[in-house]
RNA sequence: GCCAGGGUAGGGUAGUCUGGUUAUCCUAAGGGGCUGUGGAUCCCUCGACCCGGGUUCAAAUCUCGGCCCUGGCCCCA
């Protein structure tokens, strides 16, 4: 039997419903926040992406040719494309832009929990505002998506700054391992580093600030930092506005186009892949030729929040189920016209099954039976039997119509 | 790329150690008993040993390779 391919998956109707459901509370979310969608190629030039990693990433990605011999890439995420488009397209719209997208990424790597070749990311990018009050912005609107979905989980915040002026007469290479070591909390690696570099000093200002809580301390260890003024303003918005996190200076993200404020959001009940939302303020526009804006945004893994949330108990949609006698057929199909144009999800038998059979299997599959055989379709009304209590009556369509649809709004 | 455990009808499973009847059971699906009242029950039907090589009179079972799944490591834009 030929089956899908390594890392991917299928979404049978339950798990769908699930999934748009979620969807579209973030999206929602986004709306309110005045965060409007935007959609890129599924494919872009190979180039967009090494641009902005380096080589090294195509080994990670869905890389080919097409047939005029490009280059091309499935995405490995969202923001390099849109960040290509704002300089293609709206390099003079007026800012800030407040954009959003829900689509999927392709990367080539090992399978494992929360972690598919192809995933869907929810992200938000604000190009345009470099203040405190747009990075606050982006923070409590990560705040306010996740809270939407219902997922549990810890926000952290942190500054590459702290660090970065920490480390700023250390060679490039080395800052980049150190970083990395703060990352991942790896102390005992961190002291050997700086063992060999004769800097015990500078260990123990670092793995302090790793764990500070405290922002007026982290700022006492770090020395003098130019963004102090807005990074007090950007944290104080946050408190202000009760968003719930913790201060996390460690954090490196991946990429070297962070250049401010960075954000990760874990889920609670994950194992090793629990990282459901990574984010922060970046510069890369010029990298491809536009002018240098200062941007924000994040993105937050959907698959990871479905599987975080888990099996949810699903309310079944209301489902009409029209039942009818080889004499009421015409008059059933006419019903059933009237039941979907009143937005009720209306189902009729194609089986060719009796009139008994029919009820059978709506029983299992439906909320209503709407009964129309030959007394039905003489007299012009419809017999409506509530499946779950078994109460049924003969009434106008009109009235079965309203009873209908009044239990769908209940969900 | 590395480590561990797996793969038997649509779903869930027994059988594998110790090779040997028509591969077990539950469920789902389709039909019938039942052409105006359903979920019960009874009967019938459909439907599987991941793929390939090896050993053997004989392989779901032993063996080798591959593919895929689950979890972990690495990485994580």
């Not at 929602?28 to 005045?34: I, L, M, S």
């Not at 003079?92 to 070749?117: H, I």
């Not at 260990?203 to 809580?213: D, K, N, P, R, Y």
């Amino acid at each position: 039997m030929l089956q899908k391919p390594r890392g991917t998956r299928d979404f049978l109707p339950d798990e769908m419903e699930a999934r748009r459901a979620v969807e579209w509370r973030l999206r929602d979310v986004a709306r309110r926040w005045g965060y409007r969608e935007v959609c890129t190629p599924e494919f872009e030039d190979l180039e967009l992406f090494t641009m902005r990693s380096g080589e090294g990433i195509i080994g990670e990605m869905y890389v080919f040719e097409d047939k005029g011999g490009r280059k091309l890439a499935l995405r490995p995420e969202i923001t390099a494309a849109v960040i290509r488009m704002y300089i293609n397209e709206a390099k003079v719209a007026p800012k800030p832009l407040r954009w959003c997208y829900f689509a999927d990424c392709f990367r080539y790597e090992r399978p494992q929990k929360g972690r598919y070749r192809q995933f869907w990311q929810f992200g938000v990018e604000l190009i345009g505002a470099d203040t405190a009050i747009a990075d606050a912005e982006v923070i409590m609107l990560a705040a306010d998506m996740l809270n939407a979905t219902g997922v549990r989980y810890e926000l952290k915040v942190g500054h590459l700054s702290f660090v970065k002026n920490l480390l700023k007469d250390v060679e490039p290479a080395l800052q980049r391992t150190i970083r990395a070591q703060l990352d991942k909390k790896d102390f005992e690696g961190l002291k050997a580093t700086l063992d060999g570099m004769n800097r015990p000093e500078l260990a123990e200002s670092l793995m302090t600030i790793v764990s500070c809580q405290d922002l007026k301390k982290a700022f006492e260890i770090a020395g003098d930092i130019p963004e102090r003024e807005r990074i007090e303003q950007t944290m104080g918005y946050l408190d202000a506005a009760g968003v719930r996190y913790s201060l996390n200076l460690g954090i490196a993200r991946g990429l070297d186009y962070y250049t401010g404020i960075v954000f990760e959001g874990f889920a609670d009940n994950l194992g090793a892949e629990n990282q459901i939302l990574g984010g922060g303020v970046y510069r890369l526009a010029h990298l491809f030729g536009g002018d240098d804006v200062a941007s924000c945004g994040f993105a937050i893994g959907f698959d990871r929040v479905m599987v975080s949330l888990g099996e949810t108990a699903r309310t079944k949609e209301t489902v009409a189920a029209i039942v009818c006698t080889d004499e009421g057929r015409t008059r059933a199909l006419a019903v059933a016209r009237a039941f979907r144009d009143a937005g009720i999800r209306t189902e009729m038998d194609l089986m060719g099954r009796g009139f008994g059979a029919q009820l059978g299997h709506a029983a299992k599959s439906a909320t209503f039976a709407v009964i129309i055989g030959q007394r039905e379709a003489a007299s012009g009304e419809v017999t409506l039997k509530n499946l779950q209590s078994g109460e049924q009556k003969t009434i106008t369509l009109e009235a079965a119509l309203a009873e209908v649809g009044a239990v769908g709004s209940r969900g």
